[in-house]
């Protein structure tokens, strides 16, 4: 099929697709809003036209209802559908540019373009579709971030090719390429291929449904009345059940994989702890940083949404996103701050942006995350301890010096007299 009719094809998937993310937007919301031409109309307006449904046109008709939710309610949903389907589109193009390598690599194959492509548009749908209802109502629903962290696992398992590509920086042409694992930019070693790897993927998914699951944690009367809460509050609740269920449907599921191994089970394996150090990432930043400033200090829809794009993108590109989203995310704050006078917006937006700065820079990040790699290596072999060692204590450690930094900052504002 000839270039422009493929494009054709995919404006045409893409603009079927904003209008779903548009109908997420309104629907998914934990406050629910009849906006948009798939849902009831509201009270007072008219009854709905069967070509409202047509993506981007259809909110032209759709402007009749701005007595009811504000004359200008449709623009936004409206430069939604545009943007997206004019960015998916470049997308496409870049991607079969074989865009995300590096120059002078070894060609893909065709299939292996088009499952990170189809990867890329399912994770950004999703980042759309988080990022506006945590712009809307500061927070970010467990039906997008946990359907989308499955939707990740099942890509790894179902098409490994979809991971993001890796390789030797620097290297002189022909550059051969590979998929991300869960040790690159080294060699994975062979016991993760057998039963600890297993044991490894089971105690990720374990410690997700966990995080999940709904519970009363108690941090000030010591160990022994935190899990005494903990359990029986785990115990009483009639949605436990199904967490259980979920884990152990989860578990068998992996199994089977990596019963299966070779390439599936070292994609499913990569995405699986992609998933759990994506969570683990904000959660510790949550759990230090609520101690240090006595209140909450991250939204728990952050720690899924973290996790869903570690599921997609591997644990790699996680600790990228983490540091760039302070930077990323400023140009969104100062947008709405232009356009709409707020100032106050949640961090989920930060995070979706970095993780989708994090997809489209990929060729400049990838040789950043190695050489950072290296460098811990070398530090490892100096302290004759492995890289994930040192990886795990200098992450503990960061938790702790921002924990202790926090709780420095917290404590001055309130000798200075300041109050939140």
Known sequence: MPLPFRIGLVCIIAAFVAGQINRGIYRLAWSPRN????????????????????????????????????ETFWHRPLLIECAFVL???LLYVHELNKGFY??????????????????HFALISLLIVATFIDIDEKTIPDRITVSGALLGLLFAAALPESLP????????????????????????PPWLNGPAGLAIAISCVGGWIYGLAPKIVWYR????????????????????????????????LLSAVWSIGGTRWESLLTSVVGLAAGGAIVWGIRIFAGVALQREAMGFGD???????????????????????????SVIAILQMLITGRRDIPYGPFLASAGLLCVLAW???????????????????VFGIGVGQLILLTAIGFFVLVGISLAIVNLCKRMLGFTE
């Open 35 to 70: 906006i948009g031409p798939w849902s009831p109309p509201a009270d007072g307006a008219p009854d709905r036209k069967w070509w409202d449904r047509f993506p981007i046109v259809g909110w032209f008709g759709m402007a009749r209802e701005s007595k009811i939710h504000g």
């Open 102 to 119: 590096p120059l002078g690599a070894v060609a893909p194959s065709l299939k292996t373009l088009y499952c990170q492509f189809a990867a």
């Open 87 to 89: 960015g998916v589109a």
């Open 303 to 329: 720690v899924t949404l973290m996790a869903m794009m570690g599921s997609f993108l591997g644990w790699q590109a996680t600790v990228v996103i983490f540091f760039i989203a302070p930077f990323s995310g």
């Open 165 to 188: 590509p890796v390789w030797i920086p620097f290297a002189n042409p022909p550059i051969f390429v590979s998929q991300l694992t869960t040790t690159a930019p080294f060699k994975a």
């Open 221 to 252: 009367s010591g160990v022994a009345r935190f899990f005494k809460y903990l359990i029986a509050s785990m115990l009483r609740h009639s949605h436990t059940k199904w967490y259980i269920i979920g884990f152990v449907v989860l578990a068998g």
């Open 363 to 381: 060729p400049v990040v990838w040789p950043q995350i190695e050489m950072v790699m290296m460098m811990f290596d070398a530090f490892a072999q």
